[in-house]
């Protein structure tokens, strides 16, 4: 059964604006609006370069805003924390440590009673199929075994809000589906709000409640697509007509995006 979700505004991003410094300025992002829901899953398509990692880590509070507001929960957003949880490409994982040693390292670093997370700890291998696995090492899995890892550690602190930076990106195709169908699973227990950054069309669509488009760079939202179809979703859903009309319509976002760079930069040139 899925969770109730409590309504309101997850994410707020309004006017945001990031410049780089240096001997050439560099815009990254300009005027990015966007907003997320309480319990919604979002996708953000892009060319590379257009700033997609960059806005994600902004929300994450690694890195401030040049100009704008970002808040999480009605709270401006200054420096990382723990309702915010981020899941990168590569699971980065501490080579040396277990997998059990990379699930609890936070919680264990923040003298945290054992008490509040080993439980919580082993029910999420559990349901990242990993349940055997919590002695070995990084270098004794596969990369969607570590990816796994990476979304079980993440959730392991019960953030709010989950961003993800194209973490299936690096997986063979088989694989990124079984990894898609098991976050899917994983999300419908408690509807966590989720930000997912990607380049795959299908994989936006597949996943989402929204796809956001971005421009080139610099980087802003150039449309906020609905996605109708009903969940839970299933791999057949990938050759309705209806998921086929979808892929159709963004797809023709990004290629207008793609020529309207190409004819910059040949002007430019």
Known sequence: ??????P???????????????????????????TLQRGEFAAVLGASGCGKSTLLSMLAGFEKASSGTMSAFGHSIEKPDPERAMV?????????????ENMVFSPKNRSMPKARYEDKARRLLDAVGLG??????????????????????????????LLM?????????????EMQELLLDIWSRDKRTVMFIT?????????????????????????????????PRHVDMLT????SEL?????????EEVARARAEASAAA
Not at 8 to 34: H, P, S, W, Y
Not at 88 to 100: D, I, K, T, Y
Not at 165 to 177: I, K, N, V
């Open 88 to 100: 990168f490409q590569e699971a980065a994982l501490f080579p040396w440590l277990s997998v059990w």
């Open 240 to 243: 309705t007509p209806e998921f």
């Open 247 to 255: 892929r159709r319509q963004v797809m023709g976002l990004i290629r």
């Open 8 to 34: 309101g505004i997850a994410i707020e991003v309004r006017n945001v604006c990031k410049t780089f410094g240096g001997a050439r300025e560099v815009v990254a992002l300009r005027d990015v609006d966007l």
């Open 132 to 161: 055997a696995f919590h002695h070995h090492h990084p270098e004794q899995l596969s990369g969607g075994m570590k990816q796994r890892v990476g979304i079980a550690r993440a959730l392991l602190m019960e953030p709010k809000v």
């Open 1 to 6: 059964m899925s969770a109730a979700i409590e």
């Open 199 to 231: 380049h795959d069309i299908e994989e936006a669509i597949f996943l989402s409640d929204v796809v956001y488009v971005m421009t080139a760079r610099p980087g802003t939202m150039k449309a906020r697509i609905e996605i109708p179809l009903g969940r």
């Open 165 to 177: 930076d194209e973490p299936f990106g690096a997986l063979d195709a088989q694989t990124r589906l």
